[in-house]
């Protein structure tokens, strides 16, 4: 057995925490959790776009993704509407309130960026974003173990 200290998914989940430990106080100033901030971000960027779609952008199950579309509707910075090419889908546009929110949040957000950037060196942050990139490309498809 591997160990710990050399545990792939450990580590990953390490890096993670390290990393949103730096975004995560600004996504809190802001009201917004986590994985709410994936969601209005993507939308920023992919607007409109079937519920299903943006479950898989961002990573998250999508009853997840029904909860946070319902509170972040509530709060008017998206809107849901049945999409018109296929009615069995659920399309969903960021508001003008949800671009503020975004335009006002994100230069923070591109400020730590910066930050991990300058911490790593520019280089080392080109291959970490390409080696990941590599990892999600080789292991992208889900296998399933017995007894899982």
Same mark, same amino acid.
């Not at 989940?13 to 969601?39: C, H, S, Y």
């Not at 971000?41 to 029904?66: N, W």
């Not at 923070?108 to 990892?135: C, N, T």
């Given at each position: 057995?591997?160990?710990?200290?050399?545990?792939?998914?450990?580590? &990953?989940? !390490? @890096? +993670?925490?390290?990393?949103?430990? $730096?975004?995560?106080?600004?996504?809190?100033a802001e009201g917004l959790t986590d994985a709410q901030w994936r969601v209005l971000?993507?939308?920023?960027?992919?607007?409109?776009?079937?519920?299903?779609?943006?479950?898989?952008?961002?990573?998250?199950?999508?009853?997840?993704?029904s909860r946070i579309l319902r509170d972040l509707e509530e709060r008017g910075l &998206?809107? !849901? @509407? +049945?999409?018109?090419?296929?009615? $069995?889908?659920?399309?969903?546009?960021?508001?003008?309130?949800?671009?503020?929110?975004?335009?006002?949040?994100?230069?923070?957000?591109?400020?730590?960026?910066?930050?991990?950037?300058?911490?790593?060196?520019?280089?080392?942050?080109?291959?970490?974003m390409a080696d990941l990139d590599r990892l999600i490309a080789v292991l992208g498809?889900?296998?399933?173990?017995?007894?899982?």
């Amino acid at each position: 057995m591997r160990p710990l200290d050399q545990s792939l998914p450990l580590k &990953l989940l !390490k @890096a +993670r925490e390290a990393v949103m430990d $730096r975004f995560r106080p600004i996504f809190n100033a802001e009201g917004l959790t986590d994985a709410q901030w994936r969601v209005l971000r993507a939308l920023a960027e992919h607007s409109p776009i079937d519920a299903g779609r943006l479950a898989r952008l961002v990573v998250l199950r999508m009853p997840s993704v029904s909860r946070i579309l319902r509170d972040l509707e509530e709060r008017g910075l &998206l809107t !849901k @509407a +049945r999409s018109p090419a296929d009615g $069995r889908l659920i399309d969903v546009a960021i508001t003008d309130a949800g671009l503020a929110l975004f335009a006002g949040t994100w230069p923070r957000s591109e400020l730590r960026y910066r930050q991990i950037e300058m911490a790593l060196g520019p280089e080392a942050y080109k291959r970490l974003m390409a080696d990941l990139d590599r990892l999600i490309a080789v292991l992208g498809e889900r296998v399933e173990v017995a007894g899982e």
